[in-house]
């Protein structure tokens, strides 16, 4: 598509997982057909696309982790599967007429704003590529963080990041090591534990654990949602009462202390060693970390061939590793569980300003900032899904759709005004974030525990301190007054 010269758009969505396929296909409705959609792989999907490892599914219900727009009847399970979740946004994706308008194998390089042009300009793997807007769709939880330990690259054996599941590794009999003991972990240790001949698992601090609510989901349940979808969307609503509940708990902390001693009875019930039970002791409040689910992670710790130690990882040495009390474990595979750059998303540093100055370099000094997770002040006419502080304890589909609907009336108003260039207020956006820190505060993540919601400033600059509610108000409605506008210098003629 773009060898060989310059190629040019009104829209460009980079990323075609839950957040670009939403994005174009509302554009779409919108009467936009001059969109083109950026995907470096082969396939669409995103995170559930790359992740594969044995186990993985939604720590969402299903139900909750689809489109409101396109409901999916026939989920199997309350908490879908990786391979379900990555098949229904395929069909949706063909559904909605945007499977047509994606350009795989296509990298984004860079992209730099030509305020003469009012146009962004993007260096890709198939060329560049001229956009009057520019949606980033890649999502935080993308770029996998790889730990620095001393003796990584020395280690012989097997290594591979949970999210790049190494399938032609065969686990049956093997020594394996496991770091971290997150929201991967949880759900890829019970599989893996029952064929290995031991398994070492590098906790650095114990989580809180929740069953997990899921269950087959019946012939006749999904029956019924397809003959009268009123039922699924009641559904939805008590389900998006549940997580509300978590949501005022983040800031209420003490209705959550119920939960707290659920999962204290939970792990007691499973592990009867008195100091495997004093190394899952949890000594920070519920909610200050991601909340986990799992039926199966504390029966699994228990098993014999598996030792749960002190994560602090001193060194990893050719054949073994050692762990944060100095003793040594011989290992033939490692698989770190470590998670993603989300606190500092790593495609701040593709985009660059009038100036010449990235995202992230921007983003250096006082951590990564946002109006309402979307907008960054000095980068005009580019929209971020899932930017800083949208994450929220429900869907994140959610979040993207309110953040679509803001693009799509930015967009609507821009085309009705002939608008060139939008940029929100630097002003608009600093009273948001000093608003926004406030709130974060006073939550449960500000109570004292070490999380990925921080950076390394220890600014929490992932989740969204409000409701869910509050979310759609303010996320979901575009006031053309929080910006700096400039008139089209040359009517750009609907396409």
Known sequence: MLKGGTAESEVVVIGAGFGGIAAASRLRQLGLTDIVVLEEAEDLGGTWRENTYPGCACDVPSALYSYSFAPNPDWTRTYAGHAEIHEYLRRTARDLGVSGLIRYGTHLKSARWNPGAQQWVLHTSGGTLTARWVIAGCGPLHHPALPDIPGLDLFEGTIFHSARWDHGHDLTGRRVGVLGTGASAIQFVPEIQPVVETLIVLQRTAQWVLPKPDWKVSRTERFLYRRVPATQRAMRRVMHAAFAFAMFGVRHPLVLRPLERVSRTYMRRHIKDPKLRKRMHVDFALGCKRILLSNRWYQALARDNVRVVDGHVREVRRNSIVDGDGIEHPI?????????????????????????????????????????????????????????????????????????????????????????????????????????????????????????FLDKHGQNTTMWPWSTGELRRRVGNFDPTDFDLEPAREAVAAR
Do not use: K
């Not at 009336?409 to 009273?431: K, T, Y």
């Open 332 to 452: 033939d595979t490692l698989i770190l569980a470590t998670g993603y750059h989300a606190a500092s998303p790593p495609v701040a540093d593709l985009f660059v300003d009038a100036d010449g100055c990235t995202m992230s370099e921007l983003f250096e000094d006082g951590g990564a900032r946002a109006f309402v997770g979307t907008h960054v002040a000095g980068f005009p006419n580019l929209f971020v899904l899932t930017g800083p502080n949208s994450f929220v304890y429900s869907s994140i589909v959610d979040v993207i759709e309110a953040q679509v609907e803001r693009i799509a009336g930015a967009l609507s108003f821009a085309r009705h005004n002939n608008i060139g260039s939008m940029s929100v207020s630097e002003q608009v956006q600093a009273n948001y974030n000093i608003e926004l820190q406030g709130a974060l505060s006073t939550t449960v993540w500000a109570s004292g525990c070490s999380s990925w």
